[in-house]
Every structure is written in C-alpha cells, then in structure tokens.
C-alpha cells in the first residue's frame, strides 16, 4: 500500500483531539479508526491510542501515537486524515507543543452530561495559539442527562467559541461519527507547504521499539522524504540513512515517501532515543535547507532525586532497569551515586514530579525494584565566597554556609484556571509556597490567575494539593522564568540523632521552621514504635527548629497466638522479616520504605 503518497496536498488534514479526561477521547478516537476501516471490529476491542498500562490507569497519555486514516468523503473524493493524539499533562507541555505544531486543527470533545471543565481550557487556549481550526464535538449524547443546549452555551461563554454547528456524537452508539469526519474534511484546512523546496521535517517524537529500533515521527513541512535518503538531524547534527518510511494505520504500513503536508513514521538504525531531539528539523544530508524549524527547545530536566534499591543486591538490576527505561525516554537522566546511610544507588532527573512518578512506578511495577526516592530536589546555584558558582541538584552535597556567598533557585510562571469557588483557597495555596500574584482575571465562571512561583515549592505536592482543593477543577500550566536569588538553608532530618540524607532538602528559611515541624509529625506516625525511644528533629546546622518524640513500645506479633499453632506463629514471623525488609536501618531505628515518599507530602498546612 503506497498509493497513499500521492494523496494531494488539498486532501490531507492533520488534527488532533482535545478533551477532558473521560469525556470520550479514546472512545472516539476508536471509532474514527473502526469507521474509516483501519481496522476490523474484533482489532478494535481493546482501546488502541492509550497503549501503557499506567498510562491508562492514570488516565493519561504519555506518548504520543498518531494514526493516518482514508476516509473518502460525501463530496466523492478521497482524504488522508492523521489524527494526533497528545499527551496531556505539564510536565510534557514541550512535546505537547510539537504535536500541535504538527497538525492544523483539532476537535475539542465535551461531555454532554458534564460540559465544559476548567482542564479543558488550558488545551484549547494551546490550540489557539498554534492558529488551529477547532471543531467543537459534544459527545455522550445518548446519556440521559445530556444537556446539549447548555453544553452549546458553556462552549460559546467559556471557551468563546461559536458552537451552533457543533458535532453531536455518541461514540458509544456511533451516532454522529460520520459527521465528525464530514467536519474534519470541511472545517479544518489542509496543509500548506512547498513540495520542490528542501527536505524540512520536524521530529515530533520518538520511541524506542525492540524490532525496528528508535522510530521517529515526523510531520514534512516541505519538500519530500525518502526511503534511502541520507538526511540530516540539525540540532545534533548527525546524518542517517532513512531505511523505513511508512504510517500507521493503526497497523504499521510501510511505503515509499512521504510528501509535503504528511504525518508519517521513519527508522534510520537509530540505536537510542537520545539521539533524536523532539522539535529537531530533519532535512536533506545534501543540498538541505539552511534555516532549521522554529520552536526547538533542549528538553532539560527540573526535578532531580535519587533512588536507592533496598536492598543492596538489587544494584546492578537497578542500573539495567534504568538503562532499559532510558532507551524509551531520554528526557529522563540518570548518574550513579552513593550515600553513607543509603548505600549505592542512582541520582535522577526528570521533567517534573509526575514524570518521577511514572518512572519510579514502572521500576517498581515492570522491574519489581524496591526503591527508597529520597526528597525531590531542583537544581540550584550556589555562589561561592571564591566567587566560583556551583550547580546543585542534591541537598547532600550542599557547602559549608561559611563558603556561600548567596543562593539562587529557579522560578515559574504559573497560570491557574479555577472556578470561583475555589479561588479563595487556591490563592492561599499560592500564597503559602511564597507565590507572587501576577494577574487576575475571568473567563465566564471561572478564574485565570497568573502566579510567580518558586520551583522548589511545587515540586513537592503542590498538583495534588491544588487538584483536592478545587475538587479536580483547577488547571495548571507553567514555564521556567529563570533563577532569582534566595534565602536558602538546608534542613536535615535527625532520626535518632543520626542525620538521614535522603529527606534532607533545601528550603526557604521563612518556611522551614513550618516545613520542619510538618515533616517530624508526619514521621512520628510513619515511623513505627521500637523499644526505645526515639527523637524526631529538623535542624538548620546545629539548631534544632522542630522535634517530636515517638514513645517506646514493645512490639510482639505473636502474642496474640499464645497456645495457638506452631506454623501460625512461624508464618506470622515470616511475614514479620518480609516486613522488615522493607525498612532501611538509621543507627538502630528502622524507617519503613514508604515513610519517606510519604513524609514529603505536606498535607494542610
Ligand atoms: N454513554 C456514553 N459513554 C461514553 C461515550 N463515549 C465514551 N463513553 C464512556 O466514557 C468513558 C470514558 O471514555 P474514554 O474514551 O476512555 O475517555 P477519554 O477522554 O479517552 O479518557 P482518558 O483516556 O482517561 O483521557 C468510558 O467508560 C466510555 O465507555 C458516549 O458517547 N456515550
């Protein structure tokens, strides 16, 4: 099948799909596959586009996955449509950015039952931004309580799109799907290019597949790509010979080129995804273009912590394990490290706290690794008295305050939309973590406020905390505006009266005695009770600023089984020693693996 390479330009359209989580993205995307024939009903009866386990449970996608689709329409001609799909959270909005530089519009699902949700907006204003034609598709209209008028009217109060012909589906019947795809075709424009200019091709993402080797994305803004073509990547500058061109249907077809305007797949016997950068212009090894894409942006990570095995042995399948990972993912970086409490493990950086999360699940959940991850830390400037600076990105190898002329960290700009309702305590969130208020407007019923922030606050739990607060309804997107001096001190944490690294941080001075006080209580319940007692303190260098105490207790699982059955009590001390496994030792006190993930959650405060 290579006859889809001389679709025409006029008949291509790339789109991608904004929705709320739940709203019927992936349903709908299946549909649009099932409906145009790529694949048959039994393929279909598993969600195709959400392809990771975690990513599904999460309700997320990470990677981005793009299917091409022949759809021929009412006017009688035949169209080629790629549908994008893009990941949708923060700590991607680079690569979110890309894909949606590669398409020319997109749908904009909303729930009839549930309206227009605060999430949505931050997606939609993104499309905005890239000039996309958005084509608004209220969906689940079979639901009983689908309400499509006020749907129509939140579309055009909040969003601030017109919506009187907005597409009625339900992609759980099928009702309304071939109107989606008459709308594609009509509304959103094709693209535009110059086929005889030079190759121009932007990565839009890459991913590591056991067969093929790295396969990369593209979107060919002008010119032609060719299997046997030598081309070349300029933001790494490396050439590679194309050895496969093809799409996805979504079962892979290989083909011949892929022409101006298109969105297809190529291989080049890449070996790992660190050598491609998302946003890289491809283009011709000889005779290429001069002036590389737009946008391109080095993909670095903020957040950086590290991970420990619990169990000493487990070292070397660790490093194997993120090596694995890393094939898949190069914005996440890792570096071996020790430390005297914890052993040997790995200091890591990623793109933000969610990021951390995913990876530290799938080793623990793909990898069956026992990790200990200690405090997130971002990476700070220390300015020596010699007037050498220094890059930190781990609270350990903080210097002697003696040696610190002044510290910088970085800073955020934050925009937040939230309903009226919340906006009161989510300002009070931003106040807390030392926001600065920047603007403050409204959109229909809801809030958009601008915060500056600094990093180091958010890094910690401050999604979460915004999510519980506004019940799911606030949205949060942010960029990096740079580093800004601070008042910087590193607070350790005494168990025992033995230091324990891994929840020692940097914190701002005017919160860490609150910091430090919030982190001994929440340990004193994490921290199981021994047969002495022990002392909970934060401190600045050799002040104490806050301290708990957890009383002695004698603790002996089988004592309720007195006269009971041997193998009862052996399998009760069993369970016992498994238990203990998971704690790591400080001096003589055992600290369970999930009390330092857990301590870091600030909670209330
Ligand atoms: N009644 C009804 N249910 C629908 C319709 N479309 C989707 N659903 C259901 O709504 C739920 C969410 O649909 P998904 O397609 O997974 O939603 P999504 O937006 O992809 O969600 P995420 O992948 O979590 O972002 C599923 O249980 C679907 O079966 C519809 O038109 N009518």
């Known amino acids: 099948m290579t006859s889809a390479s001389s679709t025409p330009l006029a008949n291509i359209r790339n789109f991608s799909i904004i929705a709320h989580i739940d709203h019927g993205k992936s349903t709908l995307a299946d549909r649009l596959i099932q409906e145009t024939g790529g694949l048959t009903a039994r393929e279909m009866s598993e969600q195709l586009l959400d392809n ?41 909005a680079y690569e979110v950015s890309r894909s949606l530089a590669a398409c020319e519009g997109a749908l904009l699902v909303v729930d009839a039952a549930q309206g227009v949700e605060a999430q949505t907006l931050a997606n939609v204003y993104q499309s905005i931004e890239h000039d996309h034609e958005i084509v608004p598709v209220i969906n689940k209209v079979d639901l009983p309580a689908a309400d499509v008028e006020k749907v129509r009217q939140e579309i055009e109060d909040i969003v601030g799109l017109p919506a009187d012909d907005a597409v009625l589906t339900s992609a759980k019947t099928g009702l309304g799907i071939a109107d989606v795809l008459e709308a594609v075709v009509a509304r959103i424009p094709p693209p535009k290019g110059d086929a005889d200019a030079p190759l121009k091709a932007m990565l839009v993402d890459s991913w590591y597949d056991p067969y093929l080797g790295v396969v990369i994305l593209v979107r060919i803004v002008e010119g032609t790509l060719k299997k046997g073509q030598q081309v070349k990547f300029m ?101 071996a490290e020790s430390s005297a409490a914890l052993g040997f493990g790995f200091r890591c950086g990623f793109l933000g706290l969610l990021h951390l999360e995913i990876i530290q699940e799938r080793l623990t959940r793909e990898y069956d690794l026992d990790l200990i991850t200690t405090a997130p830390s971002v990476v700070y400037k220390v300015h020596m008295t010699n007037g050498e600076l220094r890059e930190l990105h781990n609270p350990a190898d903080m210097p002697d305050p003696a040696h610190v002329a002044h510290m910088e960290e970085p800073w955020i700009e934050a925009v937040i939309y939230v309903p009226d309702d919340y906006l009161g305590s989510i300002l009070k969130l931003c106040q807390d973590r030392r926001g600065i208020q920047k603007n403050l407007t409204y959109v229909g019923g809801r809030a958009q406020i601008t915060y500056e922030l600094p990093l180091n606050e958010v890094v910690f739990d401050f999604y979460d905390r915004l999510k519980s607060i506004s019940r799911g309804y606030a949205s949060f997107d942010y960029h990096q505006i740079g580093y800004r001096e601070g008042d910087l001190v590193k607070m350790n944490i005494l168990v025992n009266a033995e230091p324990v690294d891994a929840l020692s941080m940097v914190v701002h001075r005017s919160v860490a005695e609150s910091r430090g006080r919030g982190l001994c209580e929440r340990l004193k319940d994490l921290i199981p009770r021994h047969l002495f007692k022990i002392p909970i303190q934060a401190a600045i260098g050799g002040k104490v600023i806050a301290r708990e105490t957890i009383s002695a207790m004698r603790k002996d699982v089988t004592a309720k089984c007195y006269g009971g059955d041997i193998s009862r009590k052996k399998k009760l001390l069993e369970k016992q020693k498994k238990g203990k496994a998971k704690m790591r030792q400080y001096g003589n006190v055992d600290i369970p693996q999930e009390a330092f993930i857990a301590a870091l959650r600030m909670g209330e405060e």
């Open 52 to 92: 990771m386990d975690i990513e599904r449970e999460r309700g997320i996608t990470i990677k981005a996955q793009t299917v091409r689709l022949h759809y021929t329409a009412q006017d009688g001609e035949t169209y080629q449509l790629n549908l994008m799909d893009t990941p949708g959270h923060v700590d991607f």
């Open 235 to 335: 933001q790494t500058g490396e050439t590679h010979l194309i050895d496969r061109v093809g799409c996805f249907t979504p079962k892979r077809i290989e083909m011949t080129e892929l022409n101006v305007g298109e969105i297809g797949f190529i291989t080049a016997q890449i070996k790992e995804v660190a050598q491609t950068r998302v946003g890289d212009t491809i283009t011709s090894a000889k005779n290429g273009t001069a002036a590389p894409l737009p946008g391109f942006k080095e993909v670095q990570p903020v957040v950086f912590c590290g991970m420990f095995p619990i169990d000493a042995a487990d070292f070397e399948k660790l490093r194997d394990s993120l090596g694995k990972l890393r094939l898949n993912d190069a914005s996440f970086q890792w570096e």
